[in-house]
């Protein structure tokens, strides 16, 4: 494809259920973003990948939080037993390189009611 | 088809000098449009505009939003070696609440 896509691109779910939100980044991208965005605050850093190294988890609020990625393909952010606070929008970014220009997906909107 | 594009992709200036960053859109049913600072992995907010022809302002840096034109800019006066980054233009649609980022504007400023 041509760009970075997410999906499903709105998400309702309730409070203690698990979610899984996935990314496909653009072909021959070898980092991969995940981003937070709660409404009216910037981007909150996740996860990222690059090439087959162990990801930097550094970012993830909590050990509910969990990332994974296949080769240089799709990955997947799953948050289990979600909590409201958790409601934002997830944002996927992949560059060619680390430190690269970040091509971004249009987010998955997560609201746990 | 929604998207972002900033201008220009690339920019070197030395210390002292001021930058004008561009970001125009095309993106349905508006809500707000984004700057913010790259410098490693986690871009840094820097401001959000949600109305036209008020500019904001944060130390040696102010952005405009112009609804008309359907862009953007983001200034930066005397600036210094720390402004190195890449500055990421976004805008939030209230179709779907979806963001769409430019590719960003990598700046560097040398000594």
């Known amino acids: 494809g041509a760009g970075v896509s997410q999906s499903p691109s709105n998400k309702v779910t309730e409070k203690g259920k698990d979610v899984e939100l996935r990314c496909d980044p653009i072909?021959?991208?070898?980092?991969l973003y995940w981003y937070r965005q709660r409404l009216g605050q910037g981007l909150e850093f996740l996860i990222y990948?690059?090439?087959?190294?162990?990801?930097?988890k550094s970012g993830l609020p909590s050990d509910r939080f969990s990332a994974e990625r296949t080769g240089e393909s799709v990955s997947t952010l799953t948050i289990q037993r979600t909590q409201q606070e958790d409601s934002a929008v997830y944002l996927c970014?992949?560059?060619?390189?680390?430190?690269?220009?970040?091509?971004f997906g249009p987010g998955t909107r997560l609201t746990v009611t | 088809e929604d998207k972002v594009v900033q201008s220009p992709l690339s920019l070197v200036v030395h210390e002292g000098d001021t930058v004008t960053l561009n970001c125009s859109y095309e993106?349905?049913?508006?809500?707000?449009l984004l700057w913010y600072k790259q410098e490693k992995k986690a871009p840094t907010f820097l401001f959000m505009l949600?109305?036209?022809?008020i500019e904001k302002k944060s130390g040696r840096l102010s952005s405009i939003l112009d609804k008309k034109e359907l862009s953007s800019i983001l200034n930066i006066t005397a600036t210094q070696t720390g402004d190195s980054a890449i500055y990421l233009c976004?805008?939030?649609?209230?179709?779907?609440?979806?963001?769409?980022f430019g590719t960003g504007t990598s700046l560097t400023v040398i000594p």
């Open positions: 990948f690059q090439g087959n190294s162990a990801p930097d």
């Open positions: 072909s021959g991208h070898t980092a």
């Open positions: 949600t109305s036209s022809g």
């Open positions: 993106v349905t049913n508006f809500r707000s």
């Open positions: 976004a805008v939030e649609s209230r179709t779907g609440n979806q963001f769409y």
């Open positions: 970014a992949s560059s060619l390189i680390v430190g690269g220009e970040q091509y």
